[in-house]
């Protein structure tokens, strides 16, 4: 593993492009992911987490387009790319896996063909040879009886099963980057664990460095080294996972770890305690393309602002 | 995929017997009869004992159940009893005229897949495009124009003012005289195609298993090609399916219009002089007709869909 990162991300914008001012949903956004290493990525509903994530590999759907910052994946601007040239990147070195397993299948394809798919593309193979291979991918991810589960189709399998299946496809070319989107948000309690430590085991295994998203702080604890913080289009706070729990420092971290329940916490001496919730709600777009977008938070606020009042 | 086959074919029965019932029912207490059209001159009241001795003669005096137990025991016997007007069996008379009509609904109906479905497609991939916008005008306009004014209207034009086609008739079976009532017949289901398609492709381009594809690394022709074709043609086999079975009974203007030999301008001739043998087994077969092309369209589905056949 060699210092020099895989993904430098570097003052990235994404936004509206076109009449007056453009507006910038994500804002400022720069992280470096290692080789090899997890990255996770947190903040709630609309924070600007699954776009950032899109962006990266140019899927974002218009009107939505990268409006500033660079894209260093191997020292190489992904932004610069002819569109061949990213396609052929796209699902070889830098794959990705959605939210939601029950839609991000093809119903009407088998799950063989939808990973043989990958080989035929990325490796040249005839479609009898990648179907052989599917068969492996299909074991690799722990699905049982993969000979006879290629020929399954999506309808047939559980949300567990089909995300697995996406993991089979992402991983099947060996990627250098998995960009996992919520992996497993749509999934039951106890399949979201199977889930994540597949991809764990499977990422480490072959030195696949992973861009995790989540809302789930617990998730991203088990998984990444480092976490960065998202908030309203912008990244608050990047830091070693250990460093964040012991210690947060922007105020919107503040409340998301005060937001978690803890164990044994609950039958306190003052009686039960609640869970601490964040007031306010997601500012609109409007409200973000002023300046203090934070202002729009109470506890967030910060006390210096308040004083001089804001927008 | 035979066994489906044949028990959607075995559903038939059930319905057609429906149907013969309702269709004898309602010709049974329709007033008037084919004797008392036959007398009828408009001055002279027709005379009593003639018309009972026609009514014993064609066996119209016998109560309606005895008469209904007649029909289907000939149904069954694929016999449909015989013409009042020209004492041919109906079976003879529908069988001169039937293969005139089904040329037409074939023809009709080709033209409206060949010319609609590309043209949907092409609007889809171009949404909001000067094309777009011509077809979708051009097919709200298709569908709302009266078929028989169009008919005139392209009769007027391509036989009277341009004289490249023949105005009407059947020709003897040439391809020149099929050319005007086909697109007559053929441009509601066009313009219906035209729209069921370009609704088809922008709703299925939305789906997350074309985002899953692109992220595979797929150029946007494979993503089209691999994924997007036969999600569409889902939505189309519906339309072609629903437009195609009823066509024999929307063909009845046409065919007068362009005195076209088919059954139904047969239909039209029959009812006006009360020919019920003749106008129940027309009946029969355009509901035998609509039938058979949805039993076929459900079998397509099955052969697309791979849920279908579960369930």
């Not at chain 1, 507006?23 to 600007?48: N, Q, Y």
């Not at chain 1, 839609?103 to 009407?108: D, G, R």
């Not at chain 1, 080989?119 to 699905?143: C, I, N, P, T, Y």
């Not at chain 2, 034009?157 to 050319?179: D, E, H, M, Q, T």
Request: charged content about 20%; some cysteine; overall charge positive.
């Amino acid at each position: 593993m060699s210092d020099a990162p895989l993904l430098d991300l570097r003052n990235l914008h994404v936004g509206i492009p076109g009449r007056g001012a453009p507006l910038d949903i994500v804002r400022d956004v720069g992280f470096t992911i290692l080789p090899g290493e997890a990255f996770g990525l947190v903040g709630e509903s609309g924070s600007g987490k699954s776009l950032t994530a899109l962006s990266l590999i140019r899927l974002l759907k218009k009107p939505l387009a990268v409006s500033g910052g660079e894209i260093l994946f191997k020292g190489e601007d992904l932004r610069n790319l002819s569109d061949k040239a990213m396609r052929r990147l796209r699902g070889d070195r830098i794959a990705m896996i959605f939210q939601e397993p029950m839609t991000a299948l093809n119903p009407l394809k088998t799950v063989g063909r939808q990973i043989a798919e990958m080989f035929v593309l990325h490796r040249g193979m005839g479609w009898g040879e990648a179907q052989k291979r599917a068969v492996d991918a299909l074991a690799s991810v722990h699905v049982p009886a993969p000979e006879e589960r290629v020929r399954a189709y999506p309808f047939q399998m559980s949300g567990g099963m089909r995300q697995r299946v996406m993991i089979a496809i992402a991983l099947a070319c060996d990627p250098d980057l998995l960009i996992a989107d919520e992996p497993t948000t749509a999934l039951d309690v106890t399949v979201q664990d199977e889930v994540l430590k597949l991809i764990a085991e499977l990422c480490s295994a072959r030195g696949t460095a992973v861009l995790l998203i989540s809302h789930d702080l617990g998730v991203i604890a088990n998984m990444c080294q480092r976490v960065g913080v998202m908030y309203q289009g912008r990244l608050v706070e990047e830091r070693d996972t250990y460093d964040l729990f012991a210690d947060p420092r922007h105020p919107y971290t503040q409340g998301l770890l005060g937001a978690l329940p803890r164990l044994g916490s609950r039958h306190g001496e003052a009686g039960r305690q609640r869970l601490v919730d964040i007031d306010g709600m997601i500012a609109d777009r409007e409200s973000l393309s002023r300046e203090f977008c934070s202002e729009a938070r109470n506890p967030v606020r910060d006390p210096r602002q308040r004083a001089g009042g804001g927008a | 995929m035979l066994r489906f086959t044949i028990r959607r074919l075995l559903q038939v029965i059930p319905t057609l017997l429906a149907v013969a019932l309702l269709i004898f029912v309602i010709f049974s207490v329709v007033p008037g009869s084919f004797a008392s059209s036959l007398m009828a001159d408009g001055r002279t009241a027709a005379d009593p004992e003639m018309l009972a001795r026609l009514n014993e003669q064609f066996g119209l005096d016998k109560p309606l159940y005895l008469r209904f137990a007649d029909y289907i025991t000939g149904l069954a016997r694929f016999d449909l009893g015989t013409s009042f007007r020209t004492r041919e069996p109906v079976l003879d008379v529908i069988n001169a005229r039937l293969w005139a009509s089904l040329k037409l609904a074939v023809a009709a109906m080709a033209f409206a897949i060949v010319v609609g479905v590309p043209l949907g497609f092409i609007a889809a991939l171009r949404p909001g495009s000067l094309l777009d916008s011509v077809t979708m005008i051009g097919a709200v306009s298709g569908l709302s124009l009266p078929q028989f004014w169009l008919g005139l209207l392209l009769m007027y034009l391509f036989a009277l003012v341009l004289g490249w086609l023949p105005s009407f008739g059947y020709g003897g079976g040439s391809w020149r005289y099929l050319i005007l009532p086909a697109i007559t017949l053929g441009v509601t289901p066009l313009a219906l195609l035209a729209r069921t398609t370009r609704a088809g492709v922008l709703e299925i381009a939305n789906e997350d298993f074309i985002r899953t594809a692109r992220s595979k690394g797929m150029s946007e022709a494979r993503v089209v090609r691999w994924h997007l074709v036969r999600n569409v043609m889902v939505l189309v086999v519906t339309t072609i399916g629903l437009q195609f079975g009823s066509m024999m009974g929307q063909a009845v203007v046409i065919e007068k219009l362009f005195s076209w030999p088919g059954i139904g301008s047969l239909l039209v001739d029959s009812v006006s002089i009360r020919d019920t043998p003749v106008v129940q087994g027309t009946i029969l077969v355009i509901v035998v007709w609509f039938l058979l092309i949805n039993t076929l369209v459900d079998i397509v589905y099955a052969a697309i869909d791979p849920r279908i056949k579960q369930t």
